[in-house]
Structures are given as structure tokens and as C-alpha cells.
């Protein structure tokens, strides 16, 4: 029997590079994608999703609490602003000072003063009553723990037996979260 040798079953078709004088070729071999695909790029597009979806998650939060902290700081500013303005003179004192309630930082302070000194005593010597309203109100900004807003404030005044007067202004409202509550903290008339 002999033996059929076949090129390839062991060595190399051609095996006289020796003798020419350039380098023995280079076997490449062909990188299989399946596996880098189904061990790198997959995880990384999952990675991917679950990061982008957990953005998404996050801002949508975000959004919600600013606008449930911007509904609740204007309807705070509203009462609080219809409590400060608001008040009769048998009963002055008493309205004033639940109004305080609603205040915080140096704003309760002036306004206990100015209160206390100006619109008690003058309220009742002078017979005054106050009533306002608040027409139409917006959030200029609002976050989890402070919020502008701007008032439409309408305020009818009585003096003793005269005809009331009536004034319109616009107020910039802001509001500081204390304990919970919306407080308003500043008072500025635009």
C-alpha cells in the first residue's frame, strides 16, 4: 500500500520560503462575532437601557414633585395673603395675629412689628376693616423646599362710616418649606 500524502494534513503547501528571503506568512484568524456580541454588547445595551430608563424614572419624579410644590406653595401664598390683608376692627388683633402663622423668617418679624405699632391701634381707633382677595394667582418657581409666587390682590378698605375704598396690586409671594408647611418669607409688592 502506499501512502497518498495530502498538502495541508501537516505541513504547509508551500514550505520554500527559506530559500526567498521573506518572512513565513502570517496566519490570521477570523474573530467570531457571536460571542462578542452575546458577552460584551449585549450586557452594554442593557446597561445602557436600565440606566436611561432609571433617568427617566428619576425626572419624572422630579417634575411631579415640583408641580405638587407649585400647586401647594400658590394655594398657601393665597390664604397666607388673604389672612395678612384681611381683618376687622372688633377683632383685629386676633385676625392679625393667626395670620402670623402663616409667616416665617424676618418676615414674621417685620410684620409682627408693623402690625403690633401701626395697624392694630389704627385699625381699631379709626374703625378700619380690611377684606381682600386673591382674583388669580401663578407659580413663578417652585421646589421641594422654596417657591415664588405672584398674586393678584384685590383689597377693599372701610374707615368708620366712609364709602370703601378699593385697591388692585400684584404681590411677588415667597415661600420657605418650615416643618412641613408652606410659609411665606417675603411679601413684595410688584
Same mark, same amino acid.
Given at each position: 500500500?502506499?501512502?497518498?500524502?495530502?498538502?495541508?494534513?501537516?505541513?504547509?503547501?508551500?514550505?520554500?520560503?527559506?530559500?526567498?528571503?521573506?518572512?513565513?506568512?502570517?496566519?490570521?484568524?477570523?474573530?467570531?462575532?457571536?460571542?462578542?456580541?452575546?458577552?460584551?454588547?449585549?450586557?452594554?445595551?442593557?446597561?445602557?437601557?436600565?440606566?436611561?430608563?432609571?433617568?427617566?424614572?428619576?425626572?419624572?419624579?422630579?417634575?411631579?414633585?415640583?408641580?405638587?410644590?407649585?400647586?401647594?406653595?400658590?394655594?398657601?401664598?393665597?390664604?397666607?395673603?388673604?389672612?395678612?390683608?384681611?381683618?376687622?376692627?372688633?377683632? #383685629?388683633?386676633?385676625?392679625?395675629?393667626?395670620?402670623?402663622?402663616?409667616?416665617?423668617?424676618?418676615?414674621?418679624?417685620?410684620?409682627?412689628?408693623?402690625?403690633?405699632?401701626?395697624?392694630?391701634?389704627?385699625?381699631?381707633?379709626?374703625?378700619?376693616?380690611?377684606?381682600?382677595?386673591?382674583?388669580?394667582?401663578?407659580? #413663578?418657581?417652585?421646589?421641594?423646599?422654596?417657591?415664588?409666587?405672584?398674586?393678584?390682590?384685590?383689597?377693599?378698605?372701610? #374707615?368708620?362710616?366712609?364709602?370703601?375704598?378699593?385697591?388692585?396690586?400684584?404681590?411677588?409671594?415667597?415661600?420657605?418649606?418650615?416643618?412641613?408647611?408652606?410659609?411665606?418669607?417675603?411679601?413684595?409688592? #410688584?
Amino acid at each position: 500500500m502506499t501512502a497518498v500524502s495530502r498538502p495541508g494534513a501537516g505541513e504547509c503547501g508551500d514550505t520554500d520560503t527559506a530559500g526567498s528571503g521573506e518572512p513565513p506568512a502570517v496566519v490570521r484568524r477570523r474573530l467570531r462575532w457571536w460571542p462578542v456580541i452575546a458577552y460584551a454588547l449585549l450586557p452594554a445595551l442593557a446597561l445602557l437601557l436600565a440606566g436611561g430608563t432609571g433617568f427617566a424614572k428619576w425626572q419624572d419624579g422630579a417634575v411631579r414633585d415640583a408641580a405638587q410644590a407649585s400647586a401647594e406653595s400658590v394655594q398657601a401664598a393665597t390664604a397666607g395673603t388673604i389672612a395678612l390683608l384681611s381683618y376687622r376692627p372688633d377683632t #383685629v388683633r386676633s385676625d392679625l395675629e393667626a395670620a402670623r402663622a402663616k409667616l416665617t423668617g424676618a418676615f414674621l418679624s417685620d410684620y409682627t412689628s408693623l402690625t403690633r405699632d401701626v395697624v392694630i391701634p389704627g385699625g381699631k381707633q379709626k374703625d378700619i376693616s380690611a377684606v381682600a382677595t386673591v382674583p388669580a394667582a401663578a407659580s #413663578v418657581s417652585a421646589t421641594g423646599e422654596h417657591a415664588i409666587a405672584l398674586l393678584f390682590v384685590n383689597q377693599t378698605i372701610i #374707615v368708620s362710616q366712609d364709602p370703601p375704598t378699593s385697591t388692585a396690586s400684584s404681590v411677588r409671594v415667597t415661600l420657605d418649606k418650615v416643618d412641613g408647611r408652606w410659609l411665606i418669607s417675603r411679601f413684595d409688592p #410688584v
